[in-house]
């Protein structure tokens, strides 16, 4: 007859398979936020480069003229349109399209594509309708704004034209200013305008930079709000100067 022998495990053993178990999980967390990551990475860009060709028929469609939110029009904030924006003041109106755009175009845009690529990957839109991509500043008012020599007057306050862009591939159109894909202790730590970010360019091709390495921005003059000074919003010479 053969006799069999257990003996329990020890609280040793115990510790040292969770050791192992957490050794693994810190090797491979990292790993999975970074694929993660990166496939949002690859998702915006896809949404922006969207944004910029929608942009870009809308322009097309109304007399090489880029989209414009204008004063006393009544614009949409939220999918279903029960909550709506008007500003009386021209120039108030005119910055408040880099968040507006997509109601702008929408009598061009397709709904059911529209919505397809207002959000950054990994964002629940759900509660609060804001829009994940900026469209820039200099895209809705005349170059001359964005110059040492700018003299204050209004008139600078116009349609910009496509024929007006000087550099395409070098002028960003719109980004990513959510990266919801990011990991949140990066986005604290470094800040976003330090992670590569998705933009799609007035060419309407896509790539991603970091804000920081961007043009350093002239002041609007106009704009007396935090982004008057904000890079991509505010190129020297607008839209005949470069951001990258």
Do not use: C
């Amino acid at each position: 007859m053969r006799h069999e022998t257990h003996r329990g495990v020890s609280l040793v053993e115990i510790m040292i398979s969770i050791g192992v178990i957490g050794a693994l999980i810190g090797i491979a967390l990292p790993a999975l936020m970074s694929s993660r990551a990166a496939a949002g990475r690859v998702a915006s860009l896809a949404n922006a480069r969207s944004a910029a060709q929608a942009i870009d028929a809308h322009r097309a469609a109304s007399n090489d003229t880029y989209p414009t939110a204008l004063p006393d029009a009544a614009y949409p904030t939220d999918p279903s349109g029960t909550s709506r924006i008007v500003n009386s003041d021209n120039a108030a109106a005119r910055w408040n399209s880099r968040t507006l755009w997509w109601a702008v175009i929408a009598s061009t845009t397709p709904s059911d594509e529209l919505w397809q690529w207002l959000f950054s990957p990994g964002l629940d839109p759900e509660g609060s309708f804001v829009v994940s991509y900026h469209y820039s500043n200099s895209f809705v008012a005349a170059p001359r704004l964005w110059r040492d020599d700018f003299d204050g007057s209004l008139d600078v306050l116009r349609p910009v034209r496509g024929s007006e862009v000087a550099h395409p591939s070098n002028k960003a159109l719109v980004w990513d200013v959510a990266l919801a894909y990011e990991p949140r202790n990066l986005v604290q730590s470094l800040g976003r305008a330090r992670l590569s970010t998705p933009i799609a360019f007035a060419d309407q091709h896509a790539a991603t930079h970091r804000i920081v390495d961007a043009a350093p921005a002239v002041r609007n003059a106009l704009n007396t709000k935090d982004w008057a000074a904000a890079r991509l919003h505010n190129t020297p010479e607008g839209v005949q100067g470069r951001d990258f």
